[in-house]
T-cell receptor
């Protein structure tokens, strides 16, 4: 699987958009980009994933560059409950299941 | 749906004892995964099953670790004998085998071996 690079930490003011970057310059054509987050002491939570097109759901938006070498997770109106570690993962979809290998992620702190 | 259910939530045991962690995946999910999380090593994939069959156990650290999935609604991760360095949070996750969606994780079991 392609390696991802994320900043170790970020701050965001409450109510503002949180933009979390991820570099995956070695991504191949059939690899998806996934985002998870882990709030302290809880299990990781799936947020969103995409292949080529930008995606949006009730939690966040995922912007993937045209060359697919990087992506940005956007939390449009960050709240204190969004304070968590955010993981960006690229993975080939397999019909025997997706194995996800988590890196160190970005620790996002939402500041009141 | 109750989600992925893990038990116990906390386990404290003495070195050398056998420890069994349990997981009930979401009904209808065909894939099940066991992870371990520590401060030093982060989240590590230990083993995963597809349709109750172990597919990849390359992440299992030693022969002291074993995992089984006797049916679609139950899996166990056993450590025998346990050692202090096994202290960690163990997570179970499940997902539909088909489709590119993400996992659903359980709340984890915090294991302390003294």
């Amino acid at each position: 699987d392609a390696k991802t690079t994320q900043p170790p930490s970020m701050d965001c003011a409450e109510g503002r958009a949180a933009n979390l970057p991820c570099n995956h310059s070695t991504i191949s054509g059939n690899e998806y980009v996934y985002w998870y987050r882990q709030i302290h002491s809880q299990g990781p939570q799936y947020i969103i994933h995409g292949l080529k097109n930008n995606e949006t759901n009730e939690m966040a938006s995922l912007i993937i560059t045209e060359d697919r070498k990087s992506s940005t997770l956007i939390l449009p109106h960050a709240t204190l409950r969004d304070t968590a570690v955010y993981y960006c993962i690229v993975r080939v979809y397999s019909n025997t299941g997706n194995q996800f290998y988590f890196g160190t992620g970005t620790s996002l702190t939402v500041i009141p | 749906d109750a989600g992925v259910i893990q038990s116990p939530r906390h386990e404290v045991t003495e070195m050398g004892q056998e420890v069994t962690l349990r997981c009930k995946p979401i009904s209808g999910h065909n894939s099940l995964f066991w992870y371990r999380q520590t401060m030093m090593r982060g989240l590590e994939l230990l083993i995963y099953f597809n349709n109750n069959v172990p597919i990849d156990d390359s992440g299992m650290p030693e022969d002291r670790f074993s995992a089984k999935m006797p049916n679609a609604s139950f899996s166990t991760l056993k450590i025998q004998p346990s050692e202090p360095r096994d202290s960690a949070v163990y997570f179970c996750a499940s997902s539909p085998a088909q489709g590119a969606g993400g996992y659903t994780f359980g709340s984890g079991t915090r294991l302390t071996v003294v």
